[in-house]
């Protein structure tokens, strides 16, 4: 067995057996080992960042690493941004990147890069394999790294020369290294806190926006008064009818800093204190007023679910009854498309259990409030900043959830940048039906600039933040794609596609012209 | 004056007019700096890879650097690949990177993310504004550094408080660093090996393979009997009727060693000793002959050209007459559409002085050989291996030549990459005539697979290698930005559609079905 074979059986050995791939040359020997073990599903994408979102998505939904294939530094280079933001996300992925063969590299061949500079901004773990004979034991480190605490990303480098030489044979999983719960202090100071003067704020994200975390977080909010919310982008959002329901932290700035304004005491579940998402002139970069006194409850890296249950513990609280929302399917919307309408017919015609996948930008934001009476679903968000994750982050989640129907709610802009994903969709029969909110724009930029203190903007300005000229015919794009298309402008004819699609068991793409 | 303008008028000054854009939040300053000055040309890429792939290009036909305008970290991400490319063709590029206000930085927003670290692996020169008064100053460093020698990446990291805060005006232009001449002692090794015993190879790259720099290797090949040839890939050649042809050292490794092996001197203008584009087990890494001696002419970073004229004046060779290609257009193809007809058409229909842009890959190759006798025209190639970078390169090429038709020849596989450069050659009415070699597969793994010895691919294999699950509509994908297409499956109709394509004075692109 060479040493891409004891790779290939070290992963499927710990559980990994999903490998998003768009490999190359250097990889031949991977390609070749996973041709010999049909139980590990490879699922190709045309562009790395569709690899990397992939990933993201399915680490997400499937609580557990996929792997990835990359060529060389380019090649991961292509699939940095939606590692930045699967690392903000702490989804648990392994990235496998090819490498010239160990006595190559010094001769400096056209793709010789330094894979581990590129490697270290977005990863958490990064490793160059020395020889054969230890990629299986660092294979094992790589996923036990992966997989540790609340998750992280993890980057195993691969001389070629160390994929195709002899080595022993795969290695056992490692033990797992689990979050920590918080300590008692925590909980008692986040008690304290819930217990004195002044409106106090519950902010969480990761785990703890699963179904358990948000039940006991519903119990503490009854018994204490206090307010439950997520932070402004989050992994995964447990929500819908049946569930406590929770808001986000604004993103506009003067939204945010006007709604945490009441707050005397914020206690973070795996949040941050909570920033601005950009620096703007005048304004501040933290968002809770001054005089607010921050309290960790359970860091980023510890177990936000124990933390919560052991202050519901020590405040009594498990009994308590949590709010929880109730079905209110709207009607189907009519006249003008627009958020509203598309956030209507979702929330109408979202089967139970599904997933929406969120990079709806300007036009997306007002989607999530009024979905909140939907049928049970999860909903996903870009967790870096990084646009572009849309579409596959609709691919991972749909690998790893294959019984559920991925919505994907996403701006024209963002999808632009990896329009690729629409090809892995049909090539692997996804079952997402995508929205495009086609205003032309990167309408939120407008606003930025506004927010940055530049009005009127001229012509270079227009020239950069439109994209109208020529227009994106989405339905053509998506067809060249393989993926089945319609373009609709008043809500009725999107009340009509959107059933259409999620009829569909396969992938569908709207493109809603508002 | 705010930094942001400063910066602006700084490049200005130093005849930096063109820059390449994806704009963010953190960069909308510097956007209403440009909206200013109507005298820097701005031109959208929807992806970053776009961006950098097409100030490469312009860079290439310029030879003065484009500026590119990125978002953050991951903006710069996406552009990386292409930036690894135009650093291996040393292409001058000016890279303003956008980044948080320098007091947000540490409160580790979404986007925040180590952009030093990200831009140094593809830089040359990296530099961070540290406050708005010195943006200036950097700027015309980073111009300083961008031309220096042979041409190198400057990346000029902004943050948002340097851009919006007051400066005081632009920075005068730095003096040129210029490339030295070789020394005297390299002339005259290089002259004694053109002089001793056994066949010798002059092997160039970079500006020695302009008009000037072939004429005098033309000369110096006449007078001495050495034969000439340039790397394996080449920022930029000039070829065609009227010019001394070189051959490129071939891709396949058992080829590179079959046509180096007569050799017992290369004398390197510019280009490095030969190596294999990678590494395969039980062949070597160097393609020279092992008793080949291989002398340094000039280095990378040296003059090549005055290298030449040097080498050509000790050996007395100006007067010689170098063997200079005729035009010879062969007749029209007909019958089977193949790399070799497509190479008779391209041959036959190109006009004068048009700008080839190869990243054909397995079909492309044998297009290179059979269009020496095309009109005279200009070549150029991906430069460091990492594919994506056609389509994008023809966008620069053709804002740097508007007088000049390009036409882009283009592997299916590669396009997809970056084929969001199609809505940018429409936008701009750009006169680029892309041909997409659609064989439906990354046809060269299937050849690397046997390379590296591995024999009969598996399903997993084909599954990573063919992209024909679903097709690619490229007449739709080019229609979905707003690019006319057509799709021909035979010579007689790629014919007439390559005569319409370059009689169009905007993009055209032909889907060659072989």
């Given at each position: 067995?060479?040493?891409?074979?004891?790779?290939?059986?070290?992963?499927?050995?710990?559980?990994?057996?999903?490998?998003?791939?768009?490999?190359?040359?250097?990889?031949?020997?991977?390609?070749?080992?996973?041709?010999?073990?049909?139980?590990?599903?490879?699922?190709?994408?045309?562009?790395?960042?569709?690899?990397?979102?992939?990933?993201?998505?399915?680490?997400?939904?499937?609580?557990?690493?996929?792997?990835?294939?990359?060529?060389?530094?380019?090649?991961?280079?292509?699939?940095?941004?939606?590692?930045?933001?699967?690392?903000?996300?702490?989804?648990?992925?392994?990235?496998?990147?090819?490498?010239?063969?160990?006595?190559?590299?010094?001769?400096?061949?056209?793709?010789?890069?330094?894979?581990?500079?590129?490697?270290?901004?977005?990863?958490?773990?990064?490793?160059?394999?020395?020889?054969?004979?230890?990629?299986?034991?660092?294979?094992?480190?790589?996923?036990?790294?992966?997989?540790?605490?609340?998750?992280?990303?993890?980057?195993?480098?691969?001389?070629?020369?160390?994929?195709?030489?002899?080595?022993?044979?795969?290695?056992?999983?490692?033990?797992?290294?689990?979050?920590?719960?918080?300590?008692?202090?925590?909980?008692?100071?986040?008690?304290?806190?819930?217990?004195?003067?002044?409106?106090?704020?519950?902010?969480?994200?990761?785990?703890?926006?699963?179904?358990?975390?948000?039940?006991?977080?519903?119990?503490?909010?009854?018994?204490?008064?206090?307010?439950?919310?997520?932070?402004?982008?989050?992994?995964?959002?447990?929500?819908?009818?049946?569930?406590?329901?929770?808001?986000?932290?604004?993103?506009?700035?003067?939204?945010?800093?006007?709604?945490?304004?009441?707050?005397?005491?914020?206690?973070?579940?795996?949040?941050?204190?909570?920033?601005?998402?950009?620096?703007?002139?005048?304004?501040?970069?933290?968002?809770?007023?001054?005089?607010?006194?921050?309290?960790?409850?359970?860091?980023?890296?510890?177990?936000?679910?124990?933390?919560?249950?052991?202050?519901?513990?020590?405040?009594?609280?498990?009994?308590?009854?949590?709010?929880?929302?109730?079905?209110?399917?709207?009607?189907?919307?009519?006249?003008?498309?627009?958020?509203?309408?598309?956030?209507a017919a979702v929330s109408a015609l979202m089967p139970e259990n599904a997933i929406v996948t969120d990079e709806g930008i300007?036009?997306?934001?007002?989607?999530?409030?009024?979905?909140?009476?939907?049928?049970?679903?999860?909903?996903?968000?870009?967790?870096?900043?990084s646009i572009g994750i849309g579409l596959p982050l609709a691919v991972g989640a749909a690998v790893a959830c294959p019984e559920?129907?991925?919505?994907?709610?996403?701006?024209?802009?963002?999808?632009?940048?990896?329009?690729?994903?629409?090809?892995?969709?049909?090539?692997?029969?996804?079952?997402?039906?995508?929205?495009?909110?086609?205003?032309?724009?990167?309408?939120?930029?407008?606003?930025?600039?506004?927010?940055?203190?530049?009005?009127?903007?001229?012509?270079?300005?227009?020239?950069?933040?439109?994209?109208?000229?020529?227009?994106?015919?989405?339905?053509?794009?998506?067809?060249?794609?393989?993926?089945?298309?319609?373009?609709?402008?008043?809500?009725?004819?999107?009340?009509?596609?959107?059933?259409?699609?999620?009829?569909?068991?396969g992938p569908y793409l709207i493109e809603a012209q508002i």
């Open positions: 067995m060479n040493g891409a074979e004891s790779l290939v059986k070290t992963l499927l050995l710990s559980g990994v057996n999903v490998c998003f791939t768009n490999p190359g040359t250097s990889e031949m020997h991977f390609v070749a080992a996973l041709d010999r073990h049909v139980d590990m599903r490879c699922i190709l994408g045309l562009q790395e960042n569709v690899v990397t979102g992939a990933a993201d998505g399915y680490g997400r939904m499937a609580d557990k690493p996929a792997a990835t294939l990359l060529h060389t530094g380019p090649g991961l280079g292509n699939g940095l941004a939606n590692l930045h933001n699967a690392r903000k996300a702490r989804t648990p992925i392994i990235n496998v990147v090819g490498e010239h063969a160990t006595y190559h590299i010094k001769h400096d061949a056209p793709l010789t890069a330094d894979i581990e500079g590129i490697a270290k901004p977005v990863s958490d773990w990064v490793r160059t394999a020395s020889d054969a004979k230890s990629v299986a034991a660092i294979t094992a480190a790589a996923v036990q790294a992966a997989r540790a605490r609340t998750g992280s990303v993890a980057t195993l480098i691969l001389p070629a020369d160390t994929a195709w030489e002899e080595a022993d044979g795969p290695a056992k999983p490692l033990p797992a290294i689990r979050a920590q719960a918080p300590s008692d202090a925590a909980v008692e100071a986040s008690a304290a806190a819930l217990g004195s003067d002044g409106p106090a704020l519950i902010l969480m994200t990761g785990r703890a926006l699963r179904e358990d975390g948000l039940k006991m977080a519903g119990c503490i909010a009854t018994a204490t008064g206090a307010e439950v919310m997520a932070q402004m982008s989050n992994a995964r959002l447990e929500r819908g009818a049946g569930r406590f329901a929770v808001e986000k932290v604004p993103y506009p700035i003067d939204q945010a800093i006007e709604r945490l304004s009441p707050f005397r005491h914020i206690i973070l579940v795996g949040a941050k204190d909570p920033v601005a998402f950009f620096a703007y002139p005048d304004k501040p970069s933290r968002l809770a007023p001054e005089d607010c006194q921050v309290h960790t409850l359970s860091k980023p890296t510890e177990d936000g679910v124990k933390g919560l249950e052991m202050l519901c513990e020590y405040l009594g609280a498990e009994k308590a009854e949590p709010r929880l929302a109730v079905h209110e399917p709207p009607p189907l919307p009519t006249g003008v498309l627009g958020p509203e309408s598309i956030a300007t036009a997306g934001r007002r989607i999530f409030p009024l979905t909140v009476g939907a049928p049970p679903h999860s909903w996903l968000q870009v967790t870096g900043g559920r129907k991925v919505i994907s709610l996403q701006a024209d802009g963002s999808a632009m940048y990896t329009v690729q994903a629409l090809w892995t969709q049909a090539r692997e029969g996804l079952d997402v039906t995508t929205v495009i909110f086609s205003n032309r724009a990167y309408e939120c930029l407008f606003i930025e600039m506004e927010n940055v203190g530049v009005d009127n903007p001229g012509q270079s300005a227009h020239d950069m933040f439109e994209i109208d000229r020529p227009p994106l015919d989405w339905v053509a794009l998506a067809r060249g794609l393989g993926v089945q298309a319609e373009a609709v402008d008043d809500a009725e004819h999107f009340n009509a596609a959107l059933t259409c699609g999620l009829a569909e068991p």
